[in-house]
């Protein structure tokens, strides 16, 4: 039992600092709630957990990690629709290359070594909610860190109280 203890709190060791929040649009108001520490370093779990929560309504999560980078994914029948704000954190974060491998992105080692941070993905998965691609390029282009691009795009959509109620709880 010591055994699966010790690997247990290696693997929460392991996992990088940040936040996932799920985000529900549904009869005209936003819901926000946590999603699992395991979302910050496994797309598929970010998705299930997503899909999990059957809502009438938009539902997308917001994936901070390490205040380095940020992805939004958004579940779909046909696949779910991605952002990656920062494509050259792919060298670095199993995530954000998993990410990029979903996009199919045709992107070298060399050019991600070579490059400046650039976004990679759907830039218009938001804008039937309220963000359009244009806002969240500029938001993108900013040079902030990974929670104030999310703070202001939660600004520009109307959620923004909901995500700090739950970033309070997750101590953030």
Same mark, same amino acid.
């Given at each position: 039992?010591?055994?699966?203890?010790?690997?247990?709190?290696?693997?929460?060791?392991?996992?990088?600092?940040?936040?996932?929040?799920?985000?529900?649009?549904?009869?005209?108001?936003?819901?926000?709630?946590?999603?699992?520490?395991?979302?910050?370093?496994?797309?598929?779990?970010?998705?299930?957990? +997503?899909?999990? @929560?059957?809502?009438?309504? &938009? #539902?997308? /999560?917001?994936?901070?990690? *390490? =205040? %380095?980078?940020?992805?939004?994914?958004?579940?779909?029948?046909?696949?779910?629709?991605?952002?990656?704000?920062?494509?050259?954190?792919?060298?670095?974060?199993?995530?954000?290359?998993?990410?990029?491998?979903?996009?199919?992105?045709?992107?070298?080692?060399?050019?991600?070594?070579?490059?400046?941070?650039?976004?990679?993905?759907?830039?218009?998965? +938001?804008?039937? @909610?309220?963000?359009?691609? &244009? #806002?969240? /390029?500029?938001?993108?282009? *900013? =040079? %902030?860190?990974?929670?104030?691009?999310?703070?202001?795009?939660?600004?520009?959509?109307?959620?923004?109280?909901?995500?700090?109620?739950?970033?309070?709880?997750?101590?953030?």
């Amino acid at each position: 039992m010591g055994v699966q203890r010790a690997q247990a709190q290696q693997q929460v060791a392991d996992l990088p600092d940040g936040f996932g929040v799920a985000v529900v649009r549904e009869d005209g108001a936003w819901r926000c709630a946590p999603l699992k520490r395991a979302a910050l370093v496994d797309l598929t779990a970010a998705e299930t957990e +997503l899909r999990e @929560l059957r809502s009438a309504g &938009a #539902v997308f /999560g917001l994936l901070n990690v *390490d =205040d %380095e980078f940020f992805v939004i994914v958004r579940p779909a029948p046909s696949g779910a629709r991605l952002l990656l704000s920062d494509a050259t954190a792919a060298l670095d974060y199993d995530i954000a290359a998993d990410v990029l491998e979903k996009l199919d992105a045709d992107l070298s080692l060399e050019e991600l070594e070579e490059d400046d941070p650039f976004e990679e993905g759907d830039l218009g998965l +938001l804008a039937d @909610l309220g963000l359009p691609e &244009a #806002v969240l /390029g500029v938001i993108l282009a *900013d =040079d %902030e860190y990974a929670d104030e691009q999310l703070s202001r795009i939660a600004q520009e959509m109307g959620f923004n109280d909901e995500l700090v109620a739950v970033l309070d709880k997750l101590g953030r």
